[in-house]
């Protein structure tokens, strides 16, 4: 069983309530905020991207790191392997785990915040709201990352990588899981993403959805789905803390 999988609550009753609406603010607090990682709190997709267009471009698919960006935003490795594999043809053996910790490497190295992020996780637990990550990234990466931005202990278990559920984004699995480690209902939680996959996987576990629209034009957000947002300052008042 994933680690994750052992982690989840093994009832319903002790599930955590939404709190009650702050004085003069129509918005009710969520139980619990969900958070991507990449384009949420890092503002990693540009390192990302430039270390897959590389590998693609050594493998026969020239490609700059804006064209991998448009070909991959918020897909996990696996489903990035058949579109992959398809103009390529078969991919070596290791391909995925190799680039895997080549990704986890460079963020070790250099994990840039999106501004304001790390302060608006903060002010979410300053309010007593439990908080979680779900990522499309591997494991290892993922872990990197939310060192590398000082948040892994304000995570701590409650970290989700595709590795942990049976299905990537935008299949709800992750969110699902997520809410769970958090003891909330995914109706009672805030999903905080920026791309189409990771709204879609948002929307389908049941959860509102904030999409940050800093790499996906806010219209494309909301067509499917998500209250779009253009600056993490603003995250406090959508969530109804202020
Ligand atoms: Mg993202």
């Known amino acids: 069983m994933p680690e994750a999988a052992r982690r989840l609550p093994a009832c319903a009753p002790c599930r955590r309530r939404p709190p009650r609406p702050r004085e003069g603010s129509g918005v009710r607090p969520p139980a619990a905020v969900l958070f991507d990682c990449d384009g949420v709190l890092a503002d990693s997709e540009m390192l990302v991207n430039t270390v897959v267009a590389d590998q693609l471009t050594a493998l026969?698919?020239?490609?700059?790191?804006?064209?991998?960006?448009?070909?991959?935003?918020?897909?996990?490795?696996?489903?990035?392997?058949?579109?992959?594999?398809?103009?390529?043809?078969?991919?070596?053996?290791?391909?995925?785990?190799?680039?895997?910790?080549?990704?986890?490497?460079?963020?070790?190295?250099?994990?840039?915040?999106?501004?304001?992020?790390?302060?608006?996780?903060?002010?979410?637990?300053?309010?007593?709201?439990?908080?979680?990550?779900?990522?499309?990234?591997?494991?290892?990466?993922?872990?990197?990352?939310?060192?590398?931005?000082?948040?892994?202990?304000?995570?701590?278990?409650?970290?989700f990588s595709f590795e942990d559920v049976p299905r990537p984004k935008p299949w709800p699995d992750i969110y699902i899981a997520a809410a769970a480690s958090c003891g909330a209902a995914p109706q009672d939680c805030v999903v905080i993403e920026d791309s189409v996959p990771g709204v879609r996987a948002g929307r389908a576990a049941g959860c509102r959805v904030l999409g940050f629209a800093h790499e996906t034009p806010a219209g494309v957000l909301a067509a499917h789905g998500a209250e779009p947002f253009a600056a993490m300052a603003e995250l406090a008042g959508l969530l109804g803390l202020r």
């Open 60 to 159: 026969g698919w020239p490609m700059t790191p804006s064209e991998s960006r448009e070909a991959f935003l918020g897909l996990s490795l696996p489903d990035m392997v058949p579109r992959i594999e398809a103009r390529v043809g078969p991919l070596p053996d290791g391909w995925a785990l190799e680039i895997s910790q080549l990704l986890a490497l460079e963020m070790t190295r250099n994990t840039p915040e999106v501004p304001g992020a790390v302060a608006a996780v903060r002010a979410v637990v300053a309010a007593g709201i439990p908080v979680a990550v779900a990522s499309n990234s591997a494991r290892a990466e993922l872990a990197a990352k939310l060192r590398a931005l000082g948040l892994a202990e304000t995570f701590g278990a409650r970290v």
